[in-house]
């Protein structure tokens, strides 16, 4: 099963709205990355947030994480129609990378 | 910027072809990965280089396999290609826990 897995597996707002997407993990971690993917394209880094550290911001981007419940989140604010995209938290659990499914965000103009 | 290319964005196979896909990074970078991405399974390591003439095995390793004679390059190959190894490829160097993805190559074996 994924180390990763973020919730929900789809999100459709309008432009303007908050963004909030959800990971969780199953076993400690060094730290945790999101990055973002556009269709059909690889994946792009986005921030990392290490295991102590609680919030993480970068421009529009929030992350926070709570290791007590193996889990982080992403906070996209004012989202964008060029927000639309697949978001993956990813893992490093005995030194080998695991992404979750990813969460698919639609921005609709 | 680090810049991962990869030699194909798509490319179409017949079923027992030997299937070579080669990435490439300009960054000097220790590290490099192939993953498969399919639809409900996310990305799945299928092997990943620590060194230049060092493999290990991923997730997923069975029916491919890898070779890095340089630094700065990592192929996959697929011995004989199959139509449940029809996927997205994808692959990614790092340095430290960052890893850089190269566009992808989408493989269609029939």
């Known amino acids: 099963s994924q180390q990763g897995e973020e919730d929900p597996q789809a999100l459709s707002i309008q432009e303007g709205e908050n963004a909030t997407m959800n990971c969780s993990y199953k076993?400690?971690?060094?730290?945790l990355q999101w990055y973002r993917q556009n269709s059909g394209r690889g994946l792009v880094h986005l921030i990392l947030?290490?295991?102590?550290?609680r919030e993480k911001h970068s421009g529009r981007l929030r992350v926070t994480l709570d290791t007590s419940k193996k889990s982080s989140s992403l906070l996209i604010t004012a989202s964008r129609a060029a927000d639309t995209a697949s978001y993956f938290c990813?893992?490093?659990?005995?030194?080998?990378?695991?992404f979750g499914d990813g969460t698919t965000l639609t921005v609709k103009p | 910027d680090v810049k991962v290319t990869q030699s194909s964005r798509y490319l179409v196979k017949r079923t027992g072809e030997k299937v070579f896909l080669e990435c490439v990074q300009d960054?000097?970078?220790?590290?490099m990965f192939w993953y498969r991405q399919d639809p409900g399974l996310g990305l799945r390591l299928i092997y990943f280089?620590?060194?230049?003439?060092?493999?290990e095995k991923g997730d997923i390793p069975e029916g491919y396999s890898v070779s890095r004679e340089k630094k700065e390059r990592f192929s996959l190959i697929l011995e004989s290609a199959s139509t449940n190894q029809t996927s997205m490829y994808l692959c990614?160097?790092?340095?430290?826990?960052?890893?850089?993805f190269g566009p992808g190559t989408r493989l269609l074996v029939l």
């Open positions: 960054m000097d970078h220790e590290n």
């Open positions: 990813a893992t490093y659990p005995a030194g080998k990378s695991t």
């Open positions: 990614a160097s790092s340095l430290g826990e960052t890893q850089y």
């Open positions: 076993t400690s971690i060094n730290n």
């Open positions: 947030i290490r295991s102590n550290e």
């Open positions: 280089s620590y060194d230049v003439k060092m493999k």
